[in-house]
């Protein structure tokens, strides 16, 4: 069993250097992140499933930006639209750096001069995010849970 700061350091191994080349929504955010290098014990599709609040830049910008914004979300309290919105001005983005702090709280600074955070705390999910190689690729996967603890599945 790998310790945290084991965890944390396979984490930014696996996603730097990434592109972020797509996303869907359905319970949550899942993200599409490929490797286009040939490092062969390095997975080249990563998912990341977010559960817990997620926002770009720091939090204070992003409620800035929130309250902005010329129509509210109709059937979510949440900013879904919002990060919908910025998700998609993300995409074809690469990642520089990969930081995971000490409650699990995943922050992600793109190519774009953005950083892209997941809380690792969250009140409503079992997990908050869930860092995974698609199934048909192998069993890859990192699992932070609602209370910022990470282990590997």
């Given amino acids: 069993m790998k310790n945290t700061q084991e965890i ?3 984490v930014a191994g696996w996603m730097q250097g990434m592109t972020f080349t797509s996303f869907s929504h359905a319970a949550g955010f899942s993200l599409q992140f490929e490797y286009g290098g040939f490092e062969p014990d390095r997975p080249k599709v990563l998912c990341l499933e977010i559960k817990a609040r997620c926002y770009i830049g720091t939090i204070e910008d992003w409620n800035r930006f929130i309250a902005q914004l010329p129509l509210r979300a109709r059937r979510t309290d949440s900013d879904e639209p919002a990060l919908a919105y910025w998700l998609m001005l993300l ?4 990642i520089h750096h990969v930081q995971i702090d000490g409650e699990g709280t995943l922050s992600i600074f793109t190519s774009d001069s953005e950083i ?9 999910w079992e997990e908050s995010w869930i860092l ?4 048909d690729l ?5 699992v932070c849970d609602s209370q910022g603890n990470l282990t590997t599945g």
């Avoid at 995974?132 to 199934?135: E, Y």
């Fill in 132 to 135: 995974r190689q698609p199934p």
């Fill in 91 to 94: 995409m074809g983005s690469t």
């Fill in 8 to 10: 944390k350091e396979i």
């Fill in 138 to 142: 192998g069993k890859l996967e990192i």
């Fill in 116 to 124: 892209l955070t997941v809380e690792g705390i969250d009140d409503v």
